[in-house]
């Protein structure tokens, strides 16, 4: 079988959230001026501490998104949705890959506003400015009263996938590593079926970010119908510490 350039299964996830009721509003748009301001704030702070700045993950920002306009129809500020879950699980849910995530809530009049309140607080300055944090989305919203809700989802992943490609029981999956900063990776690699798969191709793109491409066999789970989960790790200063789990559908 040969199927070209599968969606991410994040895809197959967030079609999951919306068909369960979720929907868009106009007023937290993704791509708005004021949810990539905060996010330039945020790295603004971050780089006056020496850390690294945050890119923007689509995953983080879906879930940031759908929590926010959770948050102002219940007119609260919570960590926990209306199903119990919490951060993790929302930004798993809708796609990422992560192993950790962190989450900053916040109303106010204004954006400056709020990010003070959370630069006063240690829990919200600690996730501001937690070195472990590679990505994050922004969800803004603003009620009719006027009211501006912030929800940043934080998260640690270091992946970010542009396809995967199926031959036989060839699967080859291309992406981007994200860069530890003054770090170059001595090694990166996937976990399969107890094997550990080096990238068949890597090469520097940008100084952030290293473009790399695998070339693995069908793992195990798919043989029986099961998702594959593939973990991916990076060895930085003779260390490997797992930054993401990788989900693909079976064929």
């Known amino acids: 079988?040969?199927?070209?350039?599968?969606?991410?299964?994040?895809?197959?996830?967030?079609?999951?959230?919306?068909?369960?009721?979720?929907?868009?509003?106009?007023?937290?748009?993704?791509?708005?001026?004021?949810?990539?301001?905060?996010?330039?704030?945020?790295?603004?702070?971050?780089?006056?501490?020496?850390?690294?700045?945050?890119?923007?993950?689509?995953?983080?920002?879906?879930?940031?998104?759908?929590?926010?306009?959770?948050?102002?129809?219940?007119?609260?500020?919570?960590?926990?949705?209306?199903?119990?879950?919490?951060?993790?699980?929302?930004?798993?849910?809708?796609?990422?890959?992560?192993?950790?995530?962190?989450?900053?809530?916040?109303?106010?009049?204004?954006?400056?506003s709020i990010i003070d309140a959370w630069m006063q607080s240690p829990s919200h300055r600690n996730n501001i400015l937690n070195p472990d944090w590679f990505s994050a989305g922004v969800g803004h919203l603003q009620t009719d009263g006027g009211r501006i809700i912030l929800v940043v989802v934080f998260n640690n992943s270091r992946w970010e996938q542009t396809s995967i490609r199926i031959v036989g029981s060839l699967v080859e999956i291309e992406g981007y590593v994200i860069l530890s900063p003054?770090?170059?990776?001595?090694?990166?690699?996937?976990?399969?079926?107890?094997?550990?798969?080096?990238?068949?191709?890597?090469?520097?793109?940008?100084?952030?970010?290293?473009?790399?491409?695998?070339?693995?066999s069908q793992p195990a789970e798919w043989e029986s119908d099961r998702i594959a989960a593939i973990p991916l790790f990076v060895t930085e200063s003779g260390e490997s510490h797992q930054t993401d789990l990788l989900f693909f559908p079976p064929l």
């Open 1 to 112: 079988m040969h199927i070209q350039y599968l969606k991410e299964f994040r895809f197959l996830f967030l079609m999951v959230l919306l068909t369960s009721g979720f929907a868009f509003a106009g007023a937290a748009d993704l791509s708005s001026h004021e949810a990539v301001r905060v996010l330039v704030e945020i790295n603004n702070i971050r780089k006056r501490h020496n850390l690294q700045e945050l890119i923007t993950e689509s995953s983080a920002s879906v879930s940031a998104v759908i929590h926010s306009q959770e948050l102002e129809g219940r007119q609260t500020l919570s960590h926990w949705g209306l199903d119990g879950s919490r951060v993790t699980e929302r930004y798993r849910a809708a796609g990422g890959t992560g192993l950790r995530a962190g989450e900053n809530l916040g109303a106010g009049d204004s954006i400056d």
């Open 182 to 216: 003054g770090l170059f990776p001595e090694k990166i690699f996937f976990s399969v079926d107890g094997n550990d798969i080096s990238p068949i191709f890597a090469a520097l793109s940008g100084s952030d970010r290293i473009r790399v491409h695998f070339e693995i």
